[in-house]
Structure formats: C-alpha cells, structure tokens
C-alpha cells in the first residue's frame, strides 16, 4: 500500500497534531481507505485521481510563522474536496485568503458550538441547534477568505465550522476525531460519503485474501523466518503467513525469561501443538538474567534485551538454510512514530518498547504485511484468521518484558515474584469480566520495601503496583475506575499468597502526564 495505490482514499496531511492517528483511524472504521503523508512529503504532482478527498490535520505550528511549515499550495487547485481540522482549517483560511491571529481566549476542552447555518458537512450532526466539541487552539481564523460563509460559531470561535460549498472546502477549529466531540464521527461521514461520494471498500476480511495473495507473490517458493513472541502482532504475522505459505515458514520464539506466568507453555500449545507450525523454542531464560546483573537503568535494560534478542535470533535463524525473508509484525503507528513517516517532530520519551529488528548481518529481505494497519485492525485480521479469542484480546505487552516493570535491579526473586502477582491480578480481572474493558493491565515490582504485620510476625517486602488504563489508541490514557471491593478482594489475595509482597497500591495518573508503562 502506497500513495499510488489503486484504491479510492481519504488522503491525510499531517502537521504533527497527536490526533493524526485518529482521523485515518475513524475514516477506516467507516469502510473506507485512509493514509496519512507529512505535509513536508505531499506534493500536488502526486494527487492522483484515486485521492478523493482531503483532510488537513492539526497540529502545534502557527500558520503566520511561513518558516517553520511547508506546503504545497497547489494541492487545493485539485478540484478535491478538502476538510481542515484545527490548524488545517486555519491554513485552509489562510491560503484562500482569510486571516489568522492569536486567539484573545484560547480554548482547550469542551466548548458548546450553536449552528448558524445548514451545510452537507453538518447534517444530522447537531443536536438542536448546538452541539458539544473539543477544541484545543491558541489561533483562530479572524476574516474569511471570500465565498466563505459561517456554518457554527463558539463563545471565542466565531467561525468555529466554515464552508465554501462552491469549492467543497470545509474547516472546523475543533477535533470531531476524538471521542469528546458529540457526534464526530457523523461529521466524518458526511466528509466522506456525501461531499467527497467515496464508496465503502475497506474491511478486514477483504484485506485478508489481499495480504495472503501479497505475501505469496512477494516470497514465492523462498523460506520466511519469522520472531513470534506469543503477542497480536508476531501472532498474526506468523498465521496469515502460516495460511499463504505454509511450511516455508519457520517461526523462533526466544524465552527472555521475562515473560507472563506461562507464557511459553501458551505459545508452544497454541502454534506448534495447534496450528502445526515450524516453531523452533530457544530457553534463554539464564543468558538474559546473566547479562541484566546488577544493571538498573532502564534504556540499558532495553539496549542489552534487544541486542542478546538479536544475537540469539541469528543464531539460530542461521541453522535455517536458504532464508530469503524476515517477517516483522510493523503496524502502521510504528512507521508513523519510529520510522517518522510523516516528517513530524516528536520528543523521544524513550526507546521503543518492540525488540528485534531486522540484524544487519543477515541481510534479508523484509515481508511486512501489517504495515499500514492499525491495532485494531490487526486484532479483527487476526479473528479472520482463526486465532483464538484469548490470543487476540490480549493486552499490549512489551518487547523487554518484566524487566520494564521492575525498576531497578533485576533478580530471579523478583522476576518470579511479579509473575504471580501479575497473573492473580490478569486472573481476577478476567474472572470479573472487566480484562476486555480495559486497555492494559499489568502488576509491577517497585524497589521500594516496606514494614508489614502479618499474625504476629513483622515483614519487610516489596511493594507491587497495580495498574490499568482505558485508551483507543496507546497515544491518550485513563486509569480504570474499579469498586473498592475489587480493589480490596485483589490486594488481599496477592499479599496472603505471594511471600515477598505486603502492600499494594494502584495507580491513579493518567497518560499524560506519565506514560503507561513505568520505564
């Protein structure tokens, strides 16, 4: 899949707004293709008729500040319909010959937006006569281009929805991408279906008879190795090439050691045992423990779990004669964010959870067949393939394992510790019904020990941290709101079952400011 792609499209600019994501994401749940390009990548000698459409997206930059934005003014001469989400409807504005300034009261959150005039863009998106949206804006557009008309104002935006319904350019100063605008997605559609008359052609079931004739047609006769670690990712990966090329796949999967209370046991039964797939199972539980000896920071921890991943994965990948391919289970927001596919300038919070990697040396060729999926799609791929339920639902996992969720040193003690606190608490969540309502959920090991009193007897263990979070997408998070009763049935169990742990605490912050994991 590429920008030429012979597939009726939603194009989207991204201008580096943290909600890009979301707006390919929404369009692809509506039935139809999206792809995101950066605004310093796109050039209207590469719109070609299978673009038909255009979203401008948001993002941090100021359009009266010529220098620290590019983009190519000739795309909206297209004769393409175009919709400008935040910044993108400034820069829609601005290029068409309106004005845009410092906003005198910013917005940031919900803000009621009252409808002043009908347009195809709004139909059946307003309730009454106003509606509830989020906006986030320092800037707004102070005069319009000419042919322009107000189609909903705010209290501080009163061109909060434009229209040149001439033209078919649209602009709206909020986010109808995020969950917090009432009725967003209706907004969405209407972009779609009525003004740009795009039909629905994107599903996962049509995709997956895509991706098997792709992957047939890249490899052909050639042997594929692949990195399973038991995650949705490398399982999908594994089985969609599993269905295109059978026994000319060769899965590894590398026990760091680090993995959920019988994790191994899982993947062995499931691939090998199941799916009769060639599983090759390395336990190099005592290489990686050796090497993470006395080691406590946490970008040291993933730089030596990546690179025994990799040395090891060679090593036995070479056993494997006249291997041609790697699969890799990239997904789309991977090549966005560590790949920088669209040009934007993000702050490094810290490495990318994911190990492995293609190793230099072995110089094969890449089959991604995931690469411009997004998670859940990935999940309904994998439910078209025939993966178990309890392999596609799992919660994100990553690549270092346990050793992120144990800050500090490493030990065998604490490793098995938090497998048994984290597998109570996995348990109990799926025992109450609620493992499927939450993002992701794990126990961590904190290097903090603390006085207890148990009978009698005074203990001084470690303390576990529960966390769980609800999120979309990974980029935003909240944590799960639990009754105490659950809180207080699951502390009790881990501290009366697992020696080594007497308090129990669970984390309340959302992402941002933290992050989801701990290191």
């Known amino acids: 899949m590429s920008l030429d ?49 255009i979203i401008l997206s948001g993002g941090p930059l100021n359009v009266y500040d010529l220098k620290k934005y590019s983009f190519d003014k000739n795309i909206i001469q297209k004769k393409i319909p175009i919709l400008g989400i935040c910044f993108g409807h400034q820069i829609l504005s601005k290029i068409n010959g309106g004005r845009v300034k410092q906003s005198k009261h910013r917005e940031f959150g919900l803000a009621n937006i009252l409808k002043k005039k009908s347009s195809p863009l709004t139909k059946n998106f307003f309730k009454k006569k106003h509606t509830k949206v989020w906006m986030s804006h320092a800037d707004q557009v102070s005069k319009l281009p000419n042919n322009f008309k107000v189609i909903a104002s705010s209290q501080n935006s009163k061109f909060a929805i434009v229209a040149n319904e001439l033209k078919k350019f649209y602009g709206v ?87 959920r209370k019988n994790e191994e046991k899982q993947v062995i039964a499931t691939f090998k045992k199941k799916l009769k797939m060639n599983l090759i199972y390395v336990n190099a539980e005592k290489e990686f423990i050796k090497n993470l000896k006395n080691i406590s920071d946490p970008e040291k921890k993933r730089k030596i779990i990546g690179n025994l991943f990799i040395k090891i994965f060679e090593r036995y990948a070479k056993k494997i004669k006249n291997v041609k391919f790697l699969a890799q289970g990239t997904l789309y927001p991977d090549l966005i964010e560590s790949k920088s ?43 078209e393939l025939n993966l178990s339920k309890e392999i596609i639902t799992r ?16 030990t065998n003690e604490k490793i098995k510790i938090l497998k048994e606190a984290d597998f109570y608490f996995i348990k109990a969540l799926k025992d109450y019904g609620l493992y499927n309502k939450i993002w992701q959920a794990y126990a961590a090991l904190l290097p903090v020990k603390t006085v207890g009193v148990m009978g009698d007897n005074r203990t001084y263990e470690y303390l576990c941290l529960l966390r769980a979070i609800t999120s979309e997408d990974g980029m935003t998070a909240d944590f799960y709101e639990f009754k105490k009763s659950f809180i207080q049935e699951i502390s009790n169990k881990i501290v009366n079952s697992i020696r080594g742990i007497n308090r129990v605490v669970y984390d309340v912050t959302s992402k941002p400011p933290s992050t989801i994991e701990l290191e």
């Not at 390009?37 to 038909?52: D, F, L, R």
């Not at 702050?347 to 859940?376: A, Q």
């Open 173 to 259: 100063q909020f986010h109808p991408e995020v969950t917090h605008t009432d009725n967003g997605k209706i907004l969405i559609s209407n972009f779609i279906f009525s003004i740009c008359k795009i039909r629905k052609n994107w599903s996962t079931k049509n995709q997956k008879i895509k991706l098997i004739k792709e992957v047939k047609t890249q490899v052909g006769n050639d042997k594929v190795i692949c990195a399973l670690s038991g995650g949705v990712d490398s399982s999908v990966v594994a089985q969609l090439l599993n269905k295109a090329i059978g026994k000319k796949l060769y899965c590894i999967f590398v026990n760091t050691g680090l993995l």
């Open 395 to 410: 919660h994100p996992f990553p690549g270092p394992g346990l050793a992120i969720r144990i800050p500090g040193i490493i």
């Open 341 to 383: 596919v669209t040009g934007s300038k993000t702050s490094k919070i810290k490495s990318h959870h994911n190990v492995g990697g293609l190793p230099k040396k072995m110089k094969l060729k890449l089959v991604e067949p995931l690469k411009f999926l997004f998670k859940d799609e990935v999940r309904k791929l994998g439910l």
């Open 5 to 53: 792609l012979d597939l009726n499209k939603i194009l989207i600019i991204d201008f580096g707004s943290q909600f890009t994501q979301l707006i390919a994401r929404r369009v692809r749940e509506l039935g139809v293709f999206s792809e995101i390009i950066s605004h310093k990548k796109i050039k209207s000698k590469n719109i070609n008729n299978s673009i038909k459409g």
